[in-house]
């Protein structure tokens, strides 16, 4: 870090002396002998750190630290004086100054003091840098990526986003599926509406029949009062149902009921009442299996899949680990209010070389483990789970709850190559023993796979 300071001092001598120290310290300096001149300058150039004298004549101290604080609101204020006073502290710290030295100082507690002010300041600039890398990937409603197909599938949402057509969200656990269904009812014209999400494998066939239609006052034994069901209190909004295909059968058609008529009957209800809510799925498994073994219905399944978004995992999308190991580094720094501004080269390697069975939501698991464990600003191998460690590179990972099929995992292995050599076919070619022509092939085929799905 260049780190400039701005000296100020009346006194010719002290101010000298200061100089000559923190330019052997390796800073860049700029002395001044007014108050006046010294905010003149703070509108002009820019500083890291302010070393200032407290009485001075006609601009003093306490002014220097009023401008600072108003044109260069990220240095910080050192006041060194030669009057010093414990309400005069009180003030200065008050209004924002780093450290207060009273005269004559310690040119070692000088030093000390400017090297914190450096490291806080150097802190605060890192977080800035890491928050601005981070916002220049994140979607406004708070997906970050930067993975062509991840952007592929945000365009395509804000495309159905305003049509209140169903949509299907498929994808491994911890893909983020419902970060998507609540970016689809933030673009939607339901906005200003309620957003309701329920998890229906969590929850018994009776218990999630009257958490979703709700009952009448009578309806059974403890039903002591009418109870709005959840598609009804999402009127006006979108009903998210996570892990749909969990759902009982006999469930699946009450469900397909209140998609094809628009309305939902209470539990112990005679009247119908009329049900404006927009429903979003989302499952992790096979739903053509489910709908093979006849575990779903395929008349709702083509209901609910009027648009299928399937999210990739993060072995799949493994350029936005780095960018989301930094979201998440943000995230805990700040609610831990920890100073942890960054991930070693060896953890960042570890990550990129993980299979991340659990995906993005084991990501940030451990990420907050890190920051939590964390003694400095950066987080390394060891505050890391021993498992995690020790865990190994490659994993045969199952797609939808089953395994994948040889063409799945082969492109798979051919996206990883293309990584590690950093999209160079000819390499990777090299490496999977094929010619680059079979390899351009192979791409090529599934690029005509995604387009067509």
């Known amino acids: 870090m260049d780190a400039r300071l701005l000296i100020v001092d009346d006194e010719e001598i002290a101010l000298s002396n200061l100089q000559h120290v923190m330019e052997k310290e390796g800073y860049k300096v700029t002395a001044t002998q007014s108050g006046e001149e010294a905010v003149t300058l703070l509108e002009t150039q820019g500083f890291d750190v302010v070393l200032t004298d407290l009485r001075m004549e006609g ?13 260069q609101p990220d240095a910080e204020v050192i006041f060194i004086t030669g009057f010093a006073t414990a309400e005069s ?10 450290y207060y030295i009273a005269k004559p100082f310690r040119l070692d507690e000088v030093r000390k003091v400017v090297a914190e002010a450096l490291a806080k300041v150097r802190l605060r600039n890192e977080n800035a840098e890491l928050r601005r890398e981070v916002e220049h990937y994140r979607d406004g409603d708070g997906i970050v990526t930067q993975d062509v197909e991840m952007q592929r599938l945000l365009d395509m949402a ?61 309806a059974f034994t403890g039903a002591t009062t009418l109870k709005k069901g959840l598609i009804e209190a999402s009127a006006g909004g979108t009903l998210f149902l996570d892990e749909v295909t969990e759902m009982a059968p006999s469930m699946q058609v009450k469900l397909l009921r209140v998609l094809q008529e628009k309305e939902v009957l209470r539990v112990g209800g005679t009247r119908a009442i009329k049900s404006d809510v927009r429903v979003l799925a989302a499952s992790n498994r096979d739903v053509g299996e489910a709908i093979r073994n006849s575990s779903f219905r395929d008349d709702l399944y083509f209901r609910l899949n009027v648009v299928n978004l399937r999210i990739p995992s993060l072995a799949q999308r493994r350029g936005d680990i780095p960018l989301l190991a930094r979201h998440f580094l943000l995230k805990y720094a700040s609610r831990m209010k920890k100073p942890v501004t960054r991930i070693s080269s060896e953890v960042l390697a570890l990550l990129m070389d993980y299979p991340f069975p659990g995906n993005v939501r084991e990501l940030e698991n451990l990420i907050e483990r890190g920051t939590a464990m964390a003694q400095g600003d950066v987080i390394e191998v060891a505050h890391l789970p021993e498992s995690f460690q020790k865990a190994e590179g490659f994993s045969l990972r199952k797609i939808e709850g089953r395994l994948p099929t040889l063409e799945e995992q082969e492109q798979t292995y051919i996206t990883r190559v293309l990584e590690e050599v950093k999209g160079n076919q000819t390499v990777a070619a090299q490496i999977l023993g094929i010619n680059r022509a079979s390899l351009w092939r192979k791409l090529k085929a599934r690029r005509k796979d995604q387009s067509e799905s």
């Not at 601009?59 to 044109?71: C, F, H, I, Q, T």
């Not at 003030?91 to 780093?98: D, M, N, R, V, Y």
């Open 158 to 218: 804000r495309q159905i986003a305003p049509t209140d057509c169903s949509v299907l969200i498929t994808g491994e656990s911890g893909t983020g599926k419902e970060l998507f269904a609540k970016y689809l009812h933030r673009q939607s014209n339901r906005a200003d509406g309620p957003y309701t999400a329920i998890n229906c494998g969590a929850f018994s066939e009776q218990l999630l029949t009257n958490e979703l239609f709700g009952h009448e006052k009578g």
């Open 59 to 71: 601009v003093d101290g306490m002014d220097v630290l009023k401008a600072s604080r108003e044109r």
């Open 89 to 98: 502290a009180v003030q200065a710290l008050k209004h924002g100054a780093f």
